[in-house]
T-cell receptor, first 111, second 114 residues
Framework: QKEVEQNSGPLSVPEGAIASLNCTYSDRGSQSFFWYRQYSGKSPELIMSIYSNGDKEDGRFTAQLNKASQYVSLLIRDSQPSDSATYLCAVNIKGAQKLVFGQGTRLTINP | DTEVTQTPKHLVMGMTNKKSLKCEQHMGHRAMYWYKQKAKKPPELMFVYSYEKLSINESVPSRFSPECPNSSLLNLHLHALQPEDSALYLC?????????????FGNGTRLTVT
């Protein structure tokens, strides 16, 4: 089992709809979770971090964490074509000074 | 604009060349990282420096040699690379003191080995 798993997509969502991105992780002791957005040819950009169970909202983005289910998700409301990118889920493995990335989900917002 | 600066943005080198990638941050972070990213793959950790000391080497071939001259600078020295080493090389930094702190990435160096 991979440490961090994401559906690679592509995920196509119409403009204005909600995009839902999902991620599962294997280390039950993981304590910090991040979502990065990466445009083609660019570097990853941090868009959300979440550390405790529940929802965390920032503008059009909502991160959701369920440690019991070892599941973290990212919702993008009112999706825009500029949201089209690859979204990387990253988990800080307990006791290790490194992030483990999922394979990334390629998201396309259709006008 | 990113607060982690990498130079050069692009680099083409032959298999017999020696070159260096450079990274600089002024966020006061004491952990710095090198990642390698191939097309359509996630970033893959290479090295971690904590307080200017190498703390993680992910079994990287010796043709890649990292160096951390001070708390703001990180270099990656390249020698006798192979074409399959062509990739986007990403530098990142984070606060060591906070184990849960996120990584801040530079814009990367696009390396092509011919």
């Amino acid at each position: 089992q991979k440490e961090v798993e994401q559906n690679s997509g592509p995920l196509s969502v119409p403009e204005g709809a909600i995009a839902s991105l999902n991620c599962t992780y294997s280390d039950r002791g993981s304590q910090s979770f991040f979502w990065y957005r990466q445009y083609s040819g660019k570097s990853p950009e941090l868009i959300m971090s979440i550390y405790s169970n529940g929802d965390k909202e920032d503008g059009r983005f909502t991160a959701q964490l369920n440690k019991a289910s070892q599941y973290v998700s990212l919702l993008i409301r009112d999706s825009q074509p500029s949201d089209s990118a690859t979204y990387l889920c990253a988990v800080n493995i307990k006791g290790a000074q490194k992030l483990v990335f999922g394979q990334g989900t390629r998201l396309t917002i259709n006008p | 604009d990113t607060e982690v600066t990498q130079t050069p943005k692009h680099l083409v080198m032959g298999m017999t060349n020696k070159k260096s990638l450079k990274c600089e941050q002024h966020m006061g972070h004491r952990a710095m990282y090198w990642y390698k990213q191939k097309a359509k793959k996630p970033p893959e950790l290479m090295f971690v420096y904590s307080y200017e000391k190498l703390s993680i080497n992910e079994s990287v071939p010796s043709r890649f040699s990292p160096e951390c001259p001070n708390s703001s600078l990180l270099n990656l020295h390249l020698h006798a690379l192979q074409p399959e080493d062509s990739a986007l090389y990403l530098c990142a930094s984070s606060q060591v003191e906070r184990q849960n702190s996120p990584l801040h990435f530079g814009n990367g160096t696009r390396l092509t080995v011919t």
